[in-house]
């Protein structure tokens, strides 16, 4: 963004402070009617033919700029993936207690991802760890869907659940 001297086109469209319509004029006469005023010519259109220059107070503007930036940020929500181990061997009780933790990350809009550790002798039958996993999906289908099915890399079976948008 351009102010004051570092505009170099050689003409411009000039906007007032108060919005109203100048004129295309050089840049030296701008410059004179804004420093007149005691304000900056700040290029805001710089794309445009001829550039759109408009006469204000820069810091003001700068100020005006952050703010609005910091409160777009505000609004937004960055989606985590949160993790939910699980064993092949696990009790209901305990899946209760990862579902519920599950629940509350999907219900906060982030991803959960379910991973299924396997160790020792439990290698030799992914299916157990399998159906434990896609119990798990199934428990909170009304919540998310999965993104994939589970896959199994090495000693972990892995699936990532997306919250599902409720659209009434």
Do not use: W
């Amino acid at each position: 963004m351009r102010i004051n001297r570092k505009i170099r086109a050689p003409k411009i469209r000039v906007i007032g402070a108060n919005g109203e319509q100048i004129g295309v004029l050089s840049v030296p006469e701008a410059l004179k009617i804004s420093e007149e005023e005691g304000l900056d010519l700040i290029e805001i259109a710089p794309n445009a033919s001829p550039p759109v220059c408009k006469i204000m107070d820069y810091g003001k503007f700068r100020y005006d700029q952050t703010k609005r930036e910091k409160e777009s940020k505000k609004s937004q929500h960055q989606i985590k993936v949160k993790e939910v181990k699980v064993k092949p061997n696990i009790e209901q009780h305990d899946v209760d207690t990862k579902l519920r933790h599950a629940r509350d990350f999907l219900s906060k809009g982030n991803k959960v991802k379910i991973t299924c550790m396997f160790r020792g002798r439990e290698r030799a039958h992914p299916e157990i760890g399998e159906r434990v996993v896609r119990k798990m999906c199934e428990e909170l289908n009304d919540i998310a869907s999965p993104e994939s099915t589970p896959k199994l890399m090495g000693r972990f079976l892995t699936v990532v659940l997306a919250p599902v948008s409720k659209k009434k």
